[in-house]
């Protein structure tokens, strides 16, 4: 069994989206990459699977 979630569009979305803003604004960035763009570099860090965020869904 995997342990790594999969997440659908919108919640990969809402997690670069999220990574992007923090980086943008000054959060250290946790992999080392030549990239400069926010969302670049939060991409880089999704594909590496090391963001720190859970996805809460709701199964009503």
Known sequence: MSTQQHYNRYEKARILGAR???????????IDTDQTEPILIAAEEYDASVLPFTVRRDNT
């Open 20 to 30: 992007a803003l923090q980086i943008s604004y000054g959060a250290p960035v946790l």
